[in-house]
């Protein structure tokens, strides 16, 4: 019996055998393989395109419903299963490793009430700030970061970089917030009850700019649990898939992530899939 054979990157078999099989015309299977491509396919294909060019932009972070929200902001409409659909098998976003939290609070020095009972909820910009520390390691040794988190937008809005943990780290930090938010009205300051969070100099900068201090309960994480989500976020989306072997490296890319990824770019699903700043931008000025 002679076999005429279908060939393309994927497979080659006899055509007979299968139309017979498939109880179908030869005829009918040459009209189908030579078919031009639907206006489906043709825009499933332009989609997949913008999906990779998303996920790269992402740095391989983003699941279907962000990339959704990022194809949504680009002008192509589609549903969320489609890009599920699109997206499966092909394009995986990074595992994401536990994360650690950590915090020293052994000190016999003035503790704030916990003013926020877990409520992290702020109906404007500049009312309602929170902070910690976390570490990184680097072949030099510890590398710790402070940040200050606006409540409102989720957005950073101060932080300091150290080899060292004292008080300075956090002064620095909301110093920083200070000077590029520019407060004029009260804003409750919320920590955990760490002693960088309760020495006097902090306490006392905090009262000079009309703050009300807030501290979680001793060994409630989830008293924070805002600011630990961003520490999350750092560690497992970057920290975790680098090598730092100085310092100087670590500071660079902290750097990045904040001021260039997650403020600027970072889809945040209690954001409506908005990024900090974009938040922002919805509402007055800050």
Request: with cysteine.
């Amino acid at each position: 019996m002679k076999f005429r054979f279908i060939k393309d990157h994927r497979f080659a078999f006899p055509v007979e055998k299968m139309c017979q099989t498939l109880k179908i015309s030869r005829s009918g299977f040459y009209s189908w393989i030579g078919r031009d491509k639907s206006q489906r396919q043709m825009k499933n294909e332009v989609l997949v395109e913008e999906i990779e060019k998303v996920f790269v932009k992402s740095r391989q972070l983003y699941g279907s419903p962000r990339i959704h929200a990022e194809l949504n902001a680009l002008g192509y409409h589609c549903n969320k299963k489609r890009v599920a659909r699109l997206m499966q098998g092909k394009f995986i976003a990074k595992t994401k490793k536990k994360f650690k939290v950590t915090t020293d609070s052994r000190h016999n020095l003035p503790v704030a009430p916990n003013l926020l009972r877990q409520k992290f909820v702020s109906e404007a910009a500049n009312q309602i700030w929170t902070s910690d520390i976390t570490y990184i390691w680097t072949q030099e040794g510890w590398l710790y970061l402070a940040i200050v988190l606006d409540i409102f937008s989720r957005k950073v809005v101060g932080w300091s970089m150290s080899q060292r943990l004292e008080s300075d780290l956090v002064l620095n930090a909301l110093n920083s917030a200070i000077a590029r938010r520019q407060p004029t009205q009260k804003i409750v300051f919320h920590s955990d009850q760490g002693v960088q969070y309760a020495c006097s100099d902090t306490r006392q900068l905090l009262k000079n700019n009309g703050f009300v201090q807030s501290m979680s309960r001793k060994g409630r994480c989830y008293d924070n649990a805002i600011t630990e989500t961003f520490f999350h976020s750092l560690k497992t989306e970057q920290v975790y898939f680098e090598r730092y072997n100085t310092r100087k490296e670590a500071r660079q890319s902290i750097f990045n992530y904040i001021e260039v990824f997650y403020n600027r770019e970072r889809r945040h699903s209690s954001l409506g899939y908005l990024s900090p700043n974009n938040f922002e931008k919805q509402f007055v000025n800050t």
